[in-house]
Every structure is written in C-alpha cells, then in structure tokens.
C-alpha cells in the first residue's frame, strides 16, 4: 500500500514503534522535569538525565517506557511538539509563552469530548457515527488540513504555532506516527488537560479585563 494513499487505513511501520516510544517519552518527561526545574536553578542536568536514562538500552528503561505508554498511551506528535519547544527555550532563552490559538484550544477540547463519547459508543441512537474510525481515513487528515489553513487565513498566530503545526502534519502523513491515526498526532491526554487548562486561563483573563 502507498503511504500516499490515505484512502484506508495506513499504519507506521512496526519497526519505527519501540523507537518513537522511547524517543518520544525521552523528549516529553524530559521537558516536563525541564519545566518544573529551570526556573528554580537554571540548569538542565536533571532533565537531561531523565532523558539519558530513558534512551539507554537497558532492559529498565525498555520497560518504563513500555509501562508508560500501555498506561498513559504514546505521547501525541503536538505533545511531542510542546516538547521540543521546551528545549528550544533554554538553547535560545526566552520565556514560556502559550502559542496555541484559542479556536483551536477550543477545537481542540470539543474533539477530546467527542471522541470520548465515540469511545463509549453514547452517540444517539439515530446516529451511527464512529469518529475515531475516522481519524484513518483521509477525509480526516483533510479536515485538519482546512482548519489549519483557515486558523492561518483568519487568525493572528505566532511562528512556531505555525512551524509546529507544520511539522506534526507533515510527520503524520510522512510516518503515521503515533498510531496511524491522525487524532492520536494531535490529541492525547497531556494536550486534552492542557488545553482546557489554556481555555479556563483565557476566560478567567477575560473577566478580570
């Protein structure tokens, strides 16, 4: 099957998956450890740590990693994203800033619902709809595609919100990582929470304002 033929369901090779698991939870605890301690002590030996430990081939680290991602999935390619912008941030010091617009927070949020519901199979009963199924299909990936390029059309939004959403497209539809899945890419629980987090911040901005 060609990996430009999106028109069933294609999935990352089985060889890319035990790398993007320790890869990917390496970058994301690593960044989490970064958040919680650079700006007590500016210094990123103990992020950088979690991140040796985690990408070393010990039997240890090989099943943290599987232990990880059975309980807490594989992080998404935006969590990933965040991630690495974290890094980013020390290598060219500036301070944190939240990127993510907030149609898209809200989008976001909406999705994570639904699906949440499409896990539950609570759709009404009239509606026989699976919109995780979806997420294989190309008409998935085209959705994602037009809200992007409306959010840039119509939206004022920073240049990494734009790299990035760049980057984790193309890596999708390049390598269908994380799960072949194109919600997967985007949304996992870290976003879910963090982007109700960002919505619940605007709002409370808003009524101070």
Not at 20 to 41: E, H, I, N, P, Q
Not at 44 to 72: C, E, I
Request: charged share 10%; with cysteine; aromatic share 12%.
């Amino acid at each position: 099957m060609s990996w430009t033929n999106m028109t069933h369901a294609v999935l990352p090779q089985a060889v890319f998956l035990p790398v993007w698991v320790k890869l990917s939870w390496a970058c994301v605890m690593s960044a989490v450890v970064l958040r919680l301690t650079y700006g007590d002590k500016p210094t990123v030996w103990p992020a950088a740590v979690v991140a040796a430990l985690l990408l070393l081939p010990l039997p240890q680290t090989d099943a943290l990693s599987g232990y990880l991602a059975l309980a807490l999935q594989t992080p998404s390619l935006v969590c990933v994203a965040w991630a690495l912008g974290c890094w980013a941030d020390v290598i060219q010091p500036r301070s944190p800033q939240t990127t993510t617009p907030t149609p898209v927070a809200l989008l976001g949020v909406l999705l994570g619902w639904a699906l949440v519901v499409d896990t539950l199979n609570d759709w009404p009963a009239f509606l026989n709809f699976q919109l995780y199924a979806l997420g294989f299909e190309a008409v998935g990936v085209g959705l994602v595609v037009l809200v992007t390029a409306a959010v840039l059309l119509w939206q004022q939004v920073s240049p990494r919100w734009v790299l990035s959403a760049v980057a984790v497209l193309a890596v999708y539809v390049l390598l269908r990582l994380p799960t072949g899945n194109v919600w997967d890419a985007l949304l996992d629980p870290f976003v879910w929470v963090a982007l109700h987090v960002q919505l619940w911040r605007t709002w409370r901005a808003s009524r101070r304002g």
